[in-house]
């Protein structure tokens, strides 16, 4: 990227080899699985039964998998890779596992796949989960709603949720592979409403916000996966700071990467000094629970910042010149501070919370699912995911999947 120190892309290559090292024999042993966690062993589950193919997170092993193909050369990546995105046919023939993580599911598989080869099948998946996730909108909130029933009696019709924000590059792809400018209205519209309701004055961010599907009037937040109502998930955060960066990239709107360095000067206004981060942000000081993963997802979306402040996407020096809130000086001295906070994320990731060792699967250690669950301090194939990615960002060898 031209501005990160020749010691810490030193360190980022061999960071980066470490991991090519475990991960060859990790593949060797986990072919033709999807996984999402280990077992007590520390060895990867496998989500792609019928039972499980609609799991949010099954589109992350196919994402690592052509990172790290990307990264190597290896063909067995590739392989991987491919085998995720036939398997994950099946769920488009489940209505109700059809959710707004479609996003999350294609784009690091088919969407990627076809960007690299053009594929016409790739191409018709990417296609169809871009329709389905388009088909989500609710026209009078404009947001896009975020689950199906749930069988357990509560209604989510109107329920949408921060994580969307990273979905929508599902929606603006189509809409540049189409020339149909409707997927992109439908993405801009709902990241419109994230920025005016999810958003808080001070830059934390609500995870699960319910609306009146009939009338789209805000009806209430949900304490959702954080500490609680009105408090700051880190995992949330993470998504906003990443996701509206992402609107920016695709969009040139300003007011998008505006709401992403809002986000981002909160989070790092609250961050420990160990740079080791919480499940929340609120949550009781006395509490030493961490998520790794929401540490991975921040570095990813803080660079991505950096990057558009200094002019690498469609940010123009006349053009922050001509704005009191993005001039040239302050581009400069906010993307060093946004990089730097990147950097030190992903090497406290690296001394205290990899396993690098080759009997154990994961890469990330210590990631929590929610604050109040079961699933603090485990392996989740997102972390691993993200880190990885960051890490490409850093020696500009990542593939632009989102």
């Not at 491919?82 to 059809?98: C, I, P, R, S, T």
Request: proline share 2%; hydrophobic share 40%.
């Amino acid at each position: 990227m031209g501005f990160i120190s020749s010691e810490d892309l030193q360190w980022v290559n061999d960071t980066l080899k470490k991991i090519e090292e475990k991960m060859v024999p990790v593949t060797e042993r986990n072919r033709n699985k999807i996984p999402y966690t280990t077992d007590e062993s520390g060895r990867f589950d496998d989500r792609s039964d019928k039972k499980e193919i609609c799991w949010w997170t099954n589109g992350f092993w196919g994402g690592e998998m052509w990172q790290l193909y990307k990264l190597t050369g290896n063909e067995m990546f590739k392989e991987e890779a491919l085998q995720v995105e036939e398997k994950l046919d099946a769920a488009f023939l489940n209505y109700n596992g059809m959710d707004h993580d479609a996003g999350f599911r294609w784009l690091p598989t088919a969407v990627i796949n076809y960007k690299l080869n053009k594929g016409e099948a790739a191409k018709n998946r990417g296609l169809l989960a871009a329709a389905s996730l388009a088909g989500r909108f609710n026209l009078n909130g404009n947001f896009i709603r975020a689950w199906n029933d749930w069988g357990d009696g509560r209604d989510t019709t109107g329920w949408a949720i921060i994580d969307c924000m990273m979905n929508l590059p599902l929606l603006y792809w189509a809409s540049d592979v189409l020339a149909d400018p409707r997927f992109k209205m439908i993405a801009m519209a709902h990241a419109d409403t994230a920025m005016k309701n999810f958003i808080r004055e001070d830059g934390s961010v609500r995870h699960i916000v319910g609306f009146d599907p009939f009338t789209g009037k805000f009806d209430k937040e949900y304490g959702g996966q954080g500490y609680g109502e009105g408090s700051s998930w880190t995992r949330g955060q993470s998504w906003a700071v990443y996701g509206f960066a992402l609107s920016y990239i695709h969009t040139g709107e300003k007011k998008y990467l505006e709401t992403a360095m809002k986000v981002a000067d909160y989070v790092l206004s609250e961050m420990p000094e160990t740079f080791l981060v919480p499940i929340d942000y609120r949550q009781p000081k006395t509490d030493d629970l961490e998520d790794s993963t929401a540490a991975a997802i921040t570095a990813g979306g803080l660079i991505e910042i950096a990057k558009s402040l200094m002019g690498a996407y469609s940010v123009k020096e006349d053009d922050a010149q001509n704005d009191n809130e993005l001039n040239i000086e302050d581009c400069k001295e906010r993307a060093d501070k946004y990089l730097a906070a990147a950097v030190r994320l992903l090497k406290a990731l690296d001394s205290h919370s990899c396993d690098y060792t080759l009997d154990r699967d994961n890469l990330l250690t210590r990631g929590s699912v929610d604050y109040h669950g079961n699933g603090h301090h485990i392996a989740i194939i997102y972390g691993d995911y993200y880190y990885i990615e960051a890490l490409m960002k850093l020696n500009e060898s990542a593939l632009n999947v989102f």
